[in-house]
């Protein structure tokens, strides 16, 4: 494996910065403002994708320093397989939304448009800039900016609920960053003696036999500190956000906040503490326990939810925890099936988030109980609804089947039936909350009181889907059943970061 010095993830992160920019200088034009995101987007696409052969399939390590602090803190990047899997993921992902937002953010004529797309653009740039840290503090930096900068992206709709959903939102992440992660990083350098992320852990061999309780302690600060990976009970910010327009939604649940929760854990589970480490001092079992916890609760609650993203909310919640139980469990094909879960989810979800986003600004309907026969107004937008669910339950030939075969395998390969329980009633459980929706859709008649229930719209034909909609979430279903199909190439990284 060799090093290779490039100024190519420092671009990656500031390409849709300088976006930013430009979309704010065209403010007053919409279809130029509206461009200088597609186009940020796909440049920052090209560059991230044109560090896959060396870092891939060449097997080494791309690194750029942009200054140092003091001795073991510096801002610094470094491109390897995992952070590198990641950021395809949410750059392609950000132009299949930007794309989106055109169509909704039009259609539903939302206010403050330049300051959603400059907010969207940022936020991106921060993403990356997790993905590609090369140490805890490069990483905490951009996770914080993640935080500040989606803020305006709740509250976008300036009502109280938008508000108070906001302001839940940002104590919570940036409330538990100040008094878990700070403690933790200060007690990890006073131990370790550096930041700086490694495959085997940075605690020195004196460390691991000495002070079990303290790393023990260290650990738990930074699993609930991470609270974007919603794990329970650090969880109630995530429904709360679900205020925000459906783009901003799924912004959150699929690209950049909650998988920038889920990846920033899974660094310090692999490349803080290592697997040896994790073992020793019970700490894997401590992360099992909270995840199985979260997958069974959080599912249990989405089953009582008639509020269509406030349902997917909890879904997402459930769904995270699947990428933190597969590393915990520390086994070779669990840690595949929790790192792929990262890509696979994120179609996934992204799919069902642009769905109904679809049906609100077709229909203006919110409530899973107002869609009966809305599958034959709406085919495009069920079919791909319908591929997702079946993603998110486990059913073959969509990609959270190859997730839940490796999440089994490992739980095998571990010999805990309690784990393997967790899974198969997980799916279960899955398919009673999102099985009645599709069935509602396709085989129930419409009720003649919630036929298109929109202001100043009288004719229930005029349910029609927005191709600028229905394109990006056709798009995303596909990924979904390619991806299940073809899962050679997630496979292959996720292989690499096990080993």
Not at 29 to 47: F, T, Y
Request: hydrophobic share 50%; with cysteine; aromatic share 12%.
């Amino acid at each position: 494996m060799e090093t290779i010095i490039s100024i190519k993830p420092l671009l990656a992160v500031l390409v849709s910065s300088v976006g930013a920019i430009f979309i704010l200088y065209y403010r007053e034009n919409p279809n130029l403002r509206e461009s200088c995101s597609i186009i940020a987007g796909i440049l920052k696409l090209l560059i991230v994708l044109s560090m896959v052969q060396t870092v891939v399939y060449d097997n080494n390590i791309i690194e750029y320093s942009v200054f140092s602090l003091i001795p073991g803190v510096d801002i610094s990047f470094r491109v390897d397989s995992f952070g590198l899997l990641f950021a395809i993921g949410a750059s392609i992902l950000w132009i299949a939304t930007s794309f989106y937002s055109i169509g909704y953010m039009r259609s539903t004529k939302e206010r403050s448009q330049t300051r959603y797309y400059t907010c969207f653009a940022v936020s991106l740039s921060m993403t990356l800039g997790v993905a590609f840290s090369a140490n805890l503090f490069t990483m905490f930096l951009f996770y914080e900016g993640l935080t500040l900068i989606t803020y305006p992206l709740v509250a976008h709709k300036d009502t109280p609920e938008a508000k108070q959903g906001a302001r839940k939102y940002v104590i919570y992440l940036l409330g538990t960053a100040k008094a878990f992660i700070v403690a933790a990083i200060i007690l990890t350098y006073n131990l370790a003696g550096t930041l700086e992320f490694s495959r085997s852990g940075i605690f020195p061999a004196m460390v691991q036999s000495t002070s079990p309780g303290l790393l023990y302690l260290i650990f738990t600060l930074f699993l609930f500190g991470f609270a974007k990976c919603a794990i329970m009970p650090f969880h109630s910010w995530l429904p709360a956000a679900m205020v925000a327009p459906t783009p901003v939604s799924a912004l959150l649940h699929a690209v950049a906040v909650v998988k920038t929760g889920v990846f920033t854990v899974l660094r310090v589970i692999l490349f803080i503490f290592g697997t040896d480490l994790m073992m020793q001092i019970g700490a894997d079992v401590f992360a099992i326990t909270f995840a199985s916890l979260t997958i069974i609760i959080a599912s249990l609650m989405a089953l009582s939810r008639d509020n269509l993203k406030a349902r997917l909310a909890f879904s997402t919640i459930s769904q995270l925890s699947y990428i933190i139980l597969g590393a915990a469990l520390l086994t070779p094909s669990a840690i595949i099936g929790g790192i792929i879960h990262i890509t696979n989810h994120a179609f996934s979800k992204i799919t069902l988030f642009f769905c109904a986003g679809s049906i609100y600004v077709s229909s203006h309907k919110t409530e899973i109980s107002q869609l009966n026969g809305i599958g034959k107004k709406m085919p495009w937008t069920m079919v791909a609804f319908a591929i997702a669910t079946l993603s998110m339950i486990g059913v073959p030939p969509v990609s959270g089947f190859i997730t839940k075969w490796y999440l089994v395998i490992g739980s095998m390969e571990r010999h805990s039936v309690a784990v393997l329980t967790v899974l198969l009633a997980s799916s279960f459980l899955n398919a009673a909350y999102f099985v009645p929706i599709v069935y509602k859709a396709f085989f129930k008649k419409e009720d003649t009181d919630s036929i298109d229930n929109r202001i100043g719209v009288q004719e229930n034909d005029a349910v029609k889907e927005i191709p600028f909609m229905v394109v990006p979430l056709t798009l995303t279903a596909i990924v979904s059943i390619l991806l299940g199909l073809y899962p050679d190439f997630i496979v292959q990284i996720a292989e690499s970061v096990s080993r």
